[in-house]
């Protein structure tokens, strides 16, 4: 069975700084993908970035990057430069064979 | 038009009543979910669905039913609401034959009263 965990119920930053959001993962699939979503106050679900078990180089998107340690099974995501609009629920999830399955999710807060 | 649509975005039902909700699709995905979201507790699994006739109970089925109509539908009833259901509620789809990205309905905000 699939596993996520995020271990960090809320986070705060200042506007211009880096953050990171933890995300460890515990599967038996040998092929596996895992996601990074948001959500801001109005509730939708957007997508951040992506990456595979078998991707070689860690994924960036824009600023967003994510910091894979498969040893460690882990799937950090960084976001350089933080803005306001950055305030948000963040969601991380393993693509299984059957479900997806999400971890509980990071209440992240951005101040001026 | 959306990929994913909900319907209704809000919804305010007495305890005891009947509600569906509904969930279409546009991206020809075969795979569906319907998750219930409550703070501090993320996304919780409550049906999904390979296909129209493969439906599998999540892992927080109780009190909930599903129907998946075409390969573009997928609702989630629930049979005599209670309060403790009150919650967001989303549908989802993904495709088997990519890397699985969800795609996501806007949520259904569900009170019961």
């Known amino acids: 069975a699939q596993k996520i965990t995020q271990t960090q119920p809320g986070m705060f930053v200042q506007e211009k700084e880096a953050v990171t959001l933890d995300c460890t993962y515990d599967?038996?699939?040998?092929?596996?993908?895992l996601f990074w979503y948001k959500q801001p106050s109005s509730g939708e679900m957007i997508f951040l970035i992506y990456?595979?078990?078998?991707?070689?180089q860690n994924a960036t998107e824009g600023r967003y990057s994510l910091n894979f340690q498969k040893a460690r099974k882990s799937a950090n995501l960084v976001i350089s430069a933080s803005q306001l609009g950055d305030s948000a629920m963040y969601f991380c999830?393993?693509?299984?064979?059957?479900?997806?399955?999400f971890g509980k999710g990071t209440m992240l807060l951005v101040s001026p | 038009d959306a990929d994913v649509t909900q319907t209704p975005r809000n919804r305010i039902t007495k305890t005891g009543k009947r509600i569906m909700l509904e969930c279409s699709q546009t991206?020809?995905?075969?795979?569906m979910y319907w998750y219930r979201q409550d703070p501090g507790l993320g996304l919780r699994l409550i049906y999904y669905?390979?296909?129209?006739?493969?439906?599998n109970k999540g892992e927080i089925s109780d009190g909930y039913s599903v129907s998946r109509q075409a390969q573009a539908k997928f609702s989630l009833s629930l049979e005599s609401a209670i309060p403790n259901q009150t919650a967001l509620y989303f549908c989802?789809?993904?495709?088997?034959?990519?890397?699985?990205?969800?795609?996501f309905g806007q949520g259904t905000r569900l009170t019961v009263v």
């Open positions: 989802a789809t993904s495709d088997v034959n990519t890397r699985g990205e969800a795609f």
């Open positions: 599967t038996s699939d040998p092929s596996y993908g």
């Open positions: 990456q595979g078990s078998y991707d070689q």
């Open positions: 999830y393993d693509r299984g064979y059957s479900t997806l399955t």
């Open positions: 991206k020809g995905h075969d795979r």
């Open positions: 669905s390979f296909d129209v006739k493969d439906i």
